[in-house]
Structure formats: structure tokens, C-alpha cells
């Protein structure tokens, strides 16, 4: 069972490039969400999604966008990387209310 | 605004004993308590949930029990396994808060000792 698949592993990036990091669910789940977790902390929800279509901010979006074209994909975008996204992402997704996330890998970023 | 809390950033139990891992929240409107387990280079997994419409919830070894008017939920780890060795969140959400999101603590350690 794949669940929440995390592409790419880990990554390092330049001040001022973008990049894609891409999230895919198998589980027809309809709610979608972006975490970071910073060393020693909890994990921050950056952009949330309720279904194909639908994506609104979460707690700390700047410096991100997201789309939501399908069900099962929910890619966050970094379009002028910097110092303070140095960061582990997380995808998770859940089935409805009252439902537990379920999490990728994480993706590990290091911005330079 | 630290919304969830665990105050012990690490814990270490012999194998076989009872690992108690806790968790204080503020905000009374969560509705919903999840506790999950981390490996490095691995993502949260989930392990046990409890809606705040209980006190109680078991799962095997794992028991979560809510506290509604201290604000605080713990997690009993019973008999503690060398493997049951992780970092543990706990989160709590609110059904109408952002699409459920979930609102993590800073995370415990645990340590099982053989």
C-alpha cells in the first residue's frame, strides 16, 4: 500500500531558486495538508486542501503556493527560496472529520 | 501561543514497564486528540485517536486517556518494547479549524531501555 508518496527525498536549493515539492495519495482521501517541522519543534501547517479545487492558508503560507487539480495530488510550491525554509515538509491526507492523518516520508530541505 | 505542550522533551523506561508519555492543552474547543509516533527519517505515524466525547480509548498496549477539565491527555505504553523507541506528538484539532488541522507538540522521545 502506497498511502501518501513524497517526491523528491531531499533536496538542496539556492537563495532566489523555486522548485516543486509533489505529494500524491492513493486513497481517495479528500482533505490534503502541507506541514513543516523545524528542528526541536511540532509540525506548522503551511496550506490545507478540502478537496480538487479547494486550498486555502494555513498558519504559516508566505513564501508558498499550492494547487489542488486532481483528488490525489497536492504539490507546494517554493518560488524565491530562502534561508528560513530550511525545513522538513510533510503531506498528509485524511479520509473526514474525526479521521487521523496519514503522512509521507517528508521531504528534507536545505536552502544555501 | 503554544496551544499543545509536552513538558518532558525526553523519557527513558526499562523494557517491560509502563511508559507514560503526556500532553496539556489550552484550547477548549479541540475536539479531537491524536497521538502519533516518529522514527527518524520516517513521517508521523499515526497510533491512537480519541474524540473528546470520552475519556478512555485502548488500542493493545496503548491506552490514551482524556482529562477534559485539566486540558491534558496521556498515552500509557504498557508493557514498553525496545521498539516502541521514537519520538511521540501528540495533536489535537478542531472539527471546524482550518480543515481539521492538526495542532502538534513539541514531541517526546522515549527511550526503552532492554
Known amino acids: 500500500n502506497a498511502g501518501v508518496t513524497q517526491t523528491p527525498k531531499f533536496r538542496i536549493l539556492k537563495i532566489g531558486q523555486s522548485m516543486t515539492l509533489q505529494c500524491t495519495q492513493d486513497?481517495?482521501?479528500?482533505?490534503m495538508y502541507w506541514y513543516r517541522q523545524d528542528p526541536g519543534m511540532g509540525l506548522k501547517l503551511i496550506y490545507y486542501s478540502v478537496g480538487a479545487g479547494i486550498t486555502d492558508k494555513g498558519e504559516v503560507p508566505n513564501g508558498y503556493n499550492v494547487s489542488r487539480s486532481t483528488t490525489e495530488d497536492f504539490p507546494l510550491r517554493l518560488e524565491l527560496a530562502a534561508p528560513s525554509q530550511t525545513s522538513v515538509y510533510f503531506c498528509?491526507?485524511?479520509?473526514?472529520?474525526?479521521?487521523?492523518?496519514?503522512f509521507g516520508d517528508g521531504t528534507r530541505l536545505s536552502i544555501l | 501561543d503554544q496551544q499543545v505542550k509536552q513538558n518532558s522533551p525526553s523519557l527513558s523506561v526499562q523494557e517491560g514497564r509502563i511508559s507514560i508519555l503526556n500532553c496539556d492543552y489550552t484550547n477548549s474547543m479541540f475536539d479531537y486528540f491524536l497521538w502519533y509516533k516518529k522514527y527518524p527519517a520516517e513521517g508521523p505515524t499515526f497510533l491512537i485517536s480519541?474524540?473528546?466525547?470520552?475519556d478512555k480509548n485502548e488500542d493493545g498496549r496503548f491506552t490514551v486517556f482524556l482529562n477534559k477539565s485539566a486540558k491534558h491527555l496521556s498515552l500509557h505504553i504498557v508493557p514498553s518494547q525496545p521498539g516502541d523507541s521514537a519520538v511521540y506528538f501528540c495533536a489535537a484539532s478542531h472539527v471546524y479549524n482550518q480543515g481539521g488541522k492538526l495542532i502538534f507538540g513539541q514531541g517526546t522521545e522515549l527511550s526503552v531501555k532492554p
Open positions: 480519541i474524540s473528546s466525547i470520552k
Open positions: 486513497m481517495n482521501h479528500n482533505y
Open positions: 498528509a491526507s485524511r479520509a473526514g472529520n474525526n479521521q487521523p492523518q496519514h
